[in-house]
């Protein structure tokens, strides 16, 4: 068995803990720039376009629109936004609206996405020791098709879309629907995330949470998703514990 990383010391109470609730972006997966290249060179080929000016295209689109969609609520309104993102993206390089289509069913949104190393690894050693898995991100009504596009959507219990809630992290409503969706109290859930305020908003509830940084930058976070086996203490037998 490849050995664990160690978990930082004194960063949360070791109290026992029922599931474990993460952040999915930069905490389980994470948006893989080398697909915007590929993305960019089968434009190229497809079109007869600058793999360049595509690539850079597609990122200058994408930050620009990054932030447009938190007020979707439903995947027929995250469809519409897609249309019309494509759309936008083929009026930028110069194409027919009509190739909006083609181009997004080739690199939909949720194929840009990878897992984190360790991930699946992870999972199934929480689910083992039985612990419910879940995953509250910031992040469009899709999430169930994200997790299934980095092959983990089978380890997770829960998966909540703040899109979908309606309020988004750190928004306390944004943690309770989740520990709701769980059917535990906020205590019995350890929070993982990438951002700070995040994981300060979830211990105000009196979740116990940590910080992971995954490239290593933050000295008080955890660096390796690994560590979070060293977190979760020993296991609440099933039955054991106030009602949820």
């Given at each position: 068995?490849?050995?664990?990383?160690?978990?930082?010391?004194?960063?949360?109470?070791?109290?026992?803990?029922?599931?474990?609730?993460?952040?999915?972006?930069?905490?389980?997966?994470?948006?893989?720039?080398?697909?915007?290249?590929?993305?960019?060179?089968?434009?190229?080929?497809?079109?007869?376009?600058?793999?360049?000016?595509?690539?850079?295209?597609?990122?200058?689109?994408?930050?620009?629109?990054?932030?447009?969609?938190?007020?979707?609520?439903?995947?027929?309104?995250?469809?519409a936004f897609w249309d019309g993102y494509g759309q936008?993206?083929?009026?930028?390089?110069?194409?027919?609206?009509?190739?909006?289509?083609?181009?997004?069913?080739?690199?939909?949104?949720?194929?840009?996405?990878?897992?984190?190393?360790?991930?699946?690894?992870?999972?199934?050693?929480?689910?083992?020791?039985?612990?419910?898995?879940?995953?509250?991100?910031?992040?469009?009504?899709?999430?169930?098709?994200?997790?299934?596009?980095?092959?983990?959507?089978?380890?997770?219990?829960?998966?909540?879309?703040?899109?979908?809630?309606?309020?988004?992290?750190?928004?306390?409503?944004?943690?309770l629907h989740a520990a709701d969706a769980l059917g535990?109290?906020?205590?019995?859930?350890?929070?993982v995330d990438d951002k700070p305020e995040n994981v300060?908003?979830?211990?105000?509830?009196?979740?116990?949470?940590?910080?992971?940084?995954?490239?290593?930058?933050?000295?008080?976070?955890?660096?390796?998703?690994?560590?979070?086996?060293?977190?979760?203490?020993?296991?609440?037998?099933?039955?054991?514990?106030?009602?949820?």
């Open positions: 068995m490849t050995p664990q990383p160690a978990a930082p010391p004194n960063r949360i109470s070791l109290s026992p803990v029922r599931a474990v609730l993460f952040d999915r972006d930069d905490t389980i997966a994470f948006t893989d720039r080398e697909v915007y290249a590929e993305a960019a060179r089968w434009a190229a080929e497809e079109y007869g376009l600058d793999a360049r000016v595509v690539g850079a295209e597609m990122l200058r689109h994408w930050q620009e629109r990054a932030l447009t969609w938190w007020d979707l609520r439903t995947e027929d309104d995250e469809t936008e993206l083929m009026g930028r390089l110069g194409l027919p609206p009509a190739e909006a289509a083609v181009f997004m069913a080739e690199y939909p949104y949720e194929r840009f996405m990878k897992p984190v190393p360790h991930a699946r690894e992870v999972l199934r050693a929480l689910r083992a020791q039985g612990l419910k898995i879940g995953v509250l991100s910031n992040t469009l009504p899709s999430i169930d098709r994200t997790l299934e596009a980095v092959g983990l959507d089978d380890l997770v219990d829960v998966a909540v879309a703040t899109c979908t809630v309606g309020v988004h992290k750190p928004d306390a409503g944004a943690f535990l109290r906020p205590a019995e859930i350890l929070f300060e908003a979830a211990r105000a509830l009196g979740m116990q949470a940590t910080v992971i940084d995954l490239q290593g930058q933050d000295e008080e976070a955890i660096h390796d998703l690994r560590a979070v086996l060293g977190l979760v203490g020993e296991r609440v037998p099933a039955g054991v514990g106030g009602p949820c």
